[in-house]
C-alpha cells in the first residue's frame, strides 16, 4: 500500500468514523450493526483503495459501503424480520427524518450512550468507542484496565441499550440533567484525546477530535435553560477547551516535539479564542458570586487556563493563584492528577522542594502514570539530584506513549546527561537545570 493511500485511509477514518457509525445507528437503531458494517466497509477501503484508487469522496464511499453491509447483514438474520424490510426501503441514501432538539447525528448517538440505564463509567467508555473512534485497547489503558476486560465492558453496555429499547435521539428537556454528568464526562475526554493523542505510534495530537469535542460542547450547551447548574456546567467546559485549544498552533514542533507552556510564542496564540473562554470564565464567576451557580471541576479548570491565557509572558503568570484553585479543586473533586498538578504549580509558587514533598506522597497512586515520573525528574533535576532525576526520565520515558511527550523527555534527559557529564569535567552546568517542568499531567486543566 502507498503511503498516500495509507494516508488517506487514517484521515478517512478519523474524519469520517464518527458520522458513519451515527448515520447507521439512527437509520437501523442497532449499535452492533452500525459499529460491525462501518468497520467492514473501512476493511473494504483497504483492499480496494490501493488497487482502485482513493475515490474522490472517502466519506461518501465509506458511507455508502456501510449502509451495502449493513443491509446485507440484516437480509441474513432472519430474527431481525422487522428492521429487515426498514433497511430494504432505506437501500438508498437519501436523508432520512431527522428527531430530537437538535439535527446532530453524532450528539444524538451521545445522548443514547449516556443512558442512565448505564452506569457513569460505561457511559463514558462506549461513547468514546463509538464516538470517539477510540480502540478497545486505548480506551482500556484510560480506564486502567486490561483490553479482554474492556471488550467485554463494551459488549454489555451495548446489549443493555438493546435490551432496554434505548431510542436514538437526544431526550427531552426533562430527560437532559439525569444525562448531563455522562455527556459532558465523554466530551472532556474526547476532548483531552485530541489535546494529547494516547495511542503508541499515533500522531502526538488530534485535532479532529478536538474541535469536534468544542462543536458538540456548543451544542449541548443550547440544549440545557439559561440559569440551570447544567448549562453553567457547560459553559464552564466550554471555555476549558477554547483556552487550551488557543494554544494548539504552537504546541509540537517542526520535528513533532511538544513545546512547554515557557516555551510557547504566546503572540501565535489564538486571541478570539482566548477572548471569548475569558468572557465564559467571567460569566460563570458572576454567576457564582450572585448565587446562581456553585463552583465545579470544569470551571476551575478553565480559570487555571485563564491565569496563563491572562500572562503576556511566562513569568508573569500568577502561580499563588493557581496553587489556590488547584486547591480549591481538591476539595470538591479530589484526585490524585489533581495534586500533581497542584505540585507543579506550588514548585514555581514555592520551591521544587515543597512540590516534590507532594509528589513522593502520591507514589502509591500514580506509580504507573508517566507525568508522574516526568515530574519528579523534573523537580529533582532543579534540586540538583542528578542521578535520580535520570532514574525517573527513564521511567517516564518507558511509561510514556505519546510520540511527541516522550521526544520532549528524551531531549530534557539528554540535556541533563550532558550536564553530568560537563560537571563531571569541571564544566559550568548549563542554565537548562533550572527549568520548569517539562510535562504536565494528562488533562487540558494544566496545559503544555
Known amino acids: 500500500m502507498s503511503t498516500d493511500v495509507a494516508a488517506a485511509l487514517a484521515r478517512t477514518q478519523r474524519e469520517e468514523w464518527a458520522r458513519v457509525v451515527a448515520g447507521l445507528v439512527r437509520r437501523f437503531r442497532d ?29 461518501a464511499w465509506i458511507t455508502t459501503t ?51 440505564v448505564l452506569a457513569i463509567d460505561a457511559q463514558v467508555a462506549l461513547t468514546l468507542r463509538i464516538v470517539g473512534g477510540l480502540t478497545v485497547a486505548e480506551i482500556a489503558r484510560a480506564f486502567l484496565v486490561q483490553e479482554t476486560t474492556m471488550a ?11 435490551a432496554a429499547g ?4 437526544v431526550p427531552g428537556p426533562e430527560d437532559l440533567p439525569e444525562r448531563a454528568v455522562g455527556v459532558l464526562a465523554v466530551l472532556y ?11 503508541a505510534g499515533a500522531d502526538p495530537l488530534r485535532p479532529d477530535l478536538s474541535a469536534e469535542a468544542i462543536r458538540l460542547t456548543r451544542l449541548v450547551r443550547d440544549l440545557f435553560p439559561a440559569e440551570t447548574a447544567e448549562r453553567a456546567e457547560t459553559t464552564g467546559l466550554l471555555a476549558l477547551m477554547l483556552l487550551t485549544e488557543s494554544r494548539a498552533a504552537v504546541r509540537l514542533s517542526g520535528d513533532g516535539q511538544l513545546v512547554p507552556l515557557d516555551e510557547q510564542d504566546r503572540d501565535a496564540w489564538d486571541r478570539a479564542l482566548i477572548d471569548e473562554g475569558l468572557a465564559l470564565v467571567d460569566e460563570r464567576f458572576t454567576a457564582v458570586e450572585r448565587g446562581t451557580a456553585r463552583l465545579d471541576r470544569y470551571l476551575l ?5 485563564a491565569v496563563h491565557a491572562s500572562a503576556p509572558h511566562a513569568d508573569d503568570t500568577d502561580w499563588d493563584r493557581i496553587v489556590a484553585l488547584y486547591g480549591a479543586l481538591e476539595r470538591i473533586a479530589a484526585n490524585p492528577l489533581v495534586t500533581l498538578n497542584r505540585a507543579i504549580a506550588v514548585s514555581e509558587a514555592d520551591s521544587p ?16 502514570h508517566d507525568a508522574f515520573h516526568a515530574t519528579r525528574a523534573e523537580l529533582l533535576r532543579r534540586i540538583g539530584r542528578a542521578a535520580e532525576a535520570l532514574d525517573a526520565y527513564d521511567r517516564a520515558i518507558a ?7 516522550v521526544t520532549l523527555l528524551a531531549r530534557r534527559r539528554a540535556e541533563l546527561a550532558a550536564s553530568v557529564s560537563a560537571s563531571a569535567s569541571d564544566a559550568p552546568a548549563p542554565p537548562a537545570m533550572q527549568t520548569r517542568p517539562a510535562t504536565r499531567p494528562r488533562t487540558p486543566g494544566e496545559p503544555t
Open 31 to 59: 449499535l452492533d450493526i452500525a459499529e460491525e458494517s462501518a468497520a467492514e466497509a473501512f476493511a473494504v477501503a483497504v483492499q480496494r483503495w490501493p488497487v482502485d484508487g482513493v475515490p474522490p469522496q472517502p466519506g
Open 66 to 116: 456501510a449502509h451495502r453491509r449493513a443491509i446485507d447483514r440484516l437480509r441474513r438474520e432472519a430474527r431481525r424480520d422487522e428492521l429487515h424490510q426498514e433497511a430494504l426501503m432505506l437501500a438508498d441514501d437519501s436523508p432520512a427524518e431527522e428527531v430530537g432538539a437538535v439535527e446532530d447525528d453524532r450528539l444524538r448517538l451521545i445522548f443514547a450512550c449516556c443512558h442512565p
Open 301 to 305: 479548570l478553565a480559570a487555571v487556563n
Open 399 to 405: 511509561l510514556a506513549e505519546n510520540t511527541g511527550e
Open 152 to 162: 467485554q465492558r463494551l459488549t454489555r453496555a451495548k446489549a443493555r441499550i438493546r
Open 353 to 368: 522542594e515543597a512540590a516534590l514533598a507532594i509528589v513522593d506522597s502520591l507514589a502509591g497512586a500514580l506509580e504507573g
Open 166 to 169: 434505548v431510542p436514538f435521539r
Open 189 to 199: 475526554l474526547i476532548f483531552n484525546e485530541g489535546y494529547l493523542a494516547s495511542g
